[in-house]
Each structure stands twice: as structure tokens, then as C-alpha cells.
């Protein structure tokens, strides 16, 4: 690997690309949200008990501040926002007699019964590996022993950790994208990529750019080999301008990494790709804990980080805009 021109060989990103699905696959199965209690505040029903009942129909966008949701309120779709209703499903097959599920079993009955009707709501446009997740709120003990069965389906956006981060708009008119602002470090849980955090901090990756892929593939899905001939050069090219030259990045230890979309992904109409530094533990099994940002003094880690902390509720810093590198498209012909 030359130190000029610093970037993942091939089975270096078959390493990250590990890393970072097994972060993928705890976000989208293990973490999909159990949801938030109804109880008497989340009701289609304006009869229903409960102090100052809350409609949460279709399309209703809630946000709030306290982790059990307790202070949860209806704001407008175009205003931050934690959670977004797509729809309602009924779980009619669960008799009056069945017991209030558990954790393990509302998070099978959020991924079972909540990502079909998610998908559905948005034409077939939900990007599984993208920033979106399913979630879903969920009735109360109480609502639930007098026979409550409904799940208001939704998306959200949340970390690893299992912490929510605001987003703005409705999903159905987003780019799912999962990328993030430059500058964005992205902390260890374990061997494999966490929530954001300060850079000063241990981290697993910095993002250093933004790259769109619209314009060099406008009609069909790029193969990873095609994804990766655009993104070898544009990651390398940010990143050096980002760490303030071509050979700073390689000098401090550090790699350039992206991921390739998926056909997935693809289809849900996800365009942007990260280009990210990161560097890995010395038997190659995950990331090693990186602290300092490219542009100042960094310090490697030849260690695995610890598991990261399980937290629920709103995170605590505000999710940032995001500018992106617009790839060229095709020499005309």
C-alpha cells in the first residue's frame, strides 16, 4: 500500500464491509424499536383513558425528550421529529388471554409484522441498509389487558446504541442514504462501528466526504466492481483534501474505506456513499479505536474497544446537513 496514495485494498474493505454488517444486521434486527408505550396518549380513539390523549394516525410525525417518551408530541413532519406513523396493524391473533409480550418478542413482532406494512406505505422504497429503521409504539400494560392490540408502525432513525436522532421530512420523500456530515466520527462498539461521536474521542471511522453516484451510473445498478472504480478515486481524493494533503492520511496509519450499495439499497432509490478513514486491528478482525481526527495528532489502538453502551431515548446532539461530492457522469459518445 503505497503511503501517497492510501487507500482499502480489496480484502481490506471485505473487513470494514464485515464491520460495518455486523452493525447493520444489530440495527435492523436486533435493534428494530420494541416502540414506545401507548397508554392512554397515543390513541386513534379521542374516548379512550389516559391524561391528554395524543392521535397518532398515518403520517403523524411525534417527537419528545424524555427516554420513556412520557412527554411525546404530535409536530409537523417538516419540523425535527423522532418517530413517523405509516400505518396501523392489528394483532388479532393474540387473544385476550395472551400475556404482555417481552422485549425479545415485541422487537420479533415489530420485524414481522411492521416491515412488510413499512414497505408498503413507501411504495417499495425502503433502503433496509439505509438510515431509516423500523419501529414501532406499542399499546401499555394496561391498554394491553383491556385488549388493545394495535401496533402503529413507523420509521425512526437510531443508533447502534438504540438511541433516536431527529430527522426532518417525511421518509417517503427522503433519500435514505446512510451517510453522514464530514467531520462525523463514528465511536467502537467492539470490533465494529457505533454511534457518532467527538473525534477527540476513541472512534472507529471519520467520515471525509460525501460522494453521489447518480450521475456517473444514471440508468442501472452498478456492480461492486463499477461502484468501486468511481469511489477508489473520489474517496482518495477527498480525503486527502480533507487531512490536508495526498500522503497525511497514510502517514498517521490510517485507511480509506467506503461501502458500495446494495441492490437494495438501489432500488429505494439510495445514492450516497460515505468515503471514510478508519484503521484495523493488527489481526485484521475489525476496527481498531482511532483517537484524533486526521487533521491534528492521531493515535491507533492495537486493542479492541469495549462493547458500547446500550441507551434509549433522543440522542443527544442533533443530526447535521450532510453536502456530497456529485460524481461525473458518462464522456458522451
Same mark, same amino acid.
Given at each position: ?73 404530535? &409536530?409537523? /413532519?417538516?419540523? %425535527? @421529529?423522532?418517530? !413517523? $406513523?405509516? *400505518?396501523? =396493524?392489528? +394483532? ?104 457518532? &461521536?467527538? /473525534?477527540?474521542? %476513541? @472512534?472507529?471511522? !471519520? $467520515?471525509? *466526504?460525501? =460522494?453521489? +453516484? ?120
Amino acid at each position: 500500500m503505497s503511503p501517497d496514495r492510501p487507500r482499502a485494498s480489496r480484502s481490506a474493505q471485505r473487513i470494514a464491509a464485515g464491520a460495518v454488517l455486523g452493525a447493520c444486521a444489530a440495527l435492523v434486527l436486533g435493534a428494530v424499536s420494541s416502540g414506545i408505550s401507548a397508554g392512554g396518549r397515543f390513541t386513534d380513539d379521542p374516548a379512550a383513558t389516559g391524561v391528554q390523549p395524543l392521535r397518532a394516525p398515518a403520517h403523524t410525525c411525534l417527537t419528545w425528550q424524555q427516554p420513556d417518551a412520557s412527554d411525546a408530541r404530535q &409536530v409537523s /413532519c417538516v419540523q %425535527p @421529529h423522532l418517530f !413517523e $406513523v405509516i *400505518g396501523t =396493524v392489528e +394483532l388479532a391473533d393474540l387473544e385476550a388471554r395472551t400475556p404482555f409480550p417481552d422485549a425479545p418478542s415485541w422487537q420479533q413482532l415489530v420485524t414481522s409484522r411492521c416491515t412488510q406494512r413499512t414497505t408498503q406505505a413507501l411504495a417499495g422504497r425502503f433502503d433496509p441498509f439505509g438510515r431509516f429503521s423500523v419501529g414501532a409504539i406499542k399499546p401499555s400494560v394496561d391498554s394491553w389487558r383491556r385488549g388493545d392490540r394495535t401496533l402503529r408502525c413507523g420509521v425512526q432513525s437510531s443508533g447502534r446504541s438504540g438511541a433516536l436522532f431527529a430527522t426532518t421530512g417525511s421518509a417517503a420523500h427522503q433519500d435514505q442514504s446512510d451517510v453522514h456530515p464530514p467531520g462525523t466520527c463514528l465511536g467502537n462498539d467492539g470490533k465494529t462501528v457505533g454511534d457518532p &461521536v467527538d /473525534c477527540a474521542r %476513541p @472512534h472507529a471511522v !471519520e $467520515v471525509v *466526504g460525501v =460522494v453521489d +453516484l447518480s450521475a456517473a451510473f444514471p440508468k442501472r445498478y452498478p456492480d461492486e466492481t463499477a461502484q468501486d472504480g468511481v469511489l477508489d478515486a473520489e474517496c482518495t481524493k477527498l480525503a486527502a483534501d480533507f487531512a490536508g494533503g495526498p500522503e497525511v492520511v497514510g502517514k498517521k496509519g490510517l485507511t480509506v474505506f467506503w461501502e458500495t450499495l446494495r441492490p437494495q439499497s438501489w432500488q429505494a432509490g439510495s445514492r450516497r456513499v460515505d468515503c471514510r478513514l478508519g484503521a484495523f486491528l493488527p489481526d485484521r478482525s475489525g476496527f481498531a479505536p482511532v483517537t484524533g481526527s486526521v487533521k491534528g495528532p492521531v493515535q491507533v489502538g492495537k486493542q479492541p474497544a469495549r462493547p458500547a453502551a446500550r441507551t434509549s431515548g433522543p440522542a443527544p446532539v442533533p443530526a447535521a446537513t450532510v453536502t456530497t461530492a456529485v460524481t461525473p457522469g458518462p464522456p458522451p459518445r
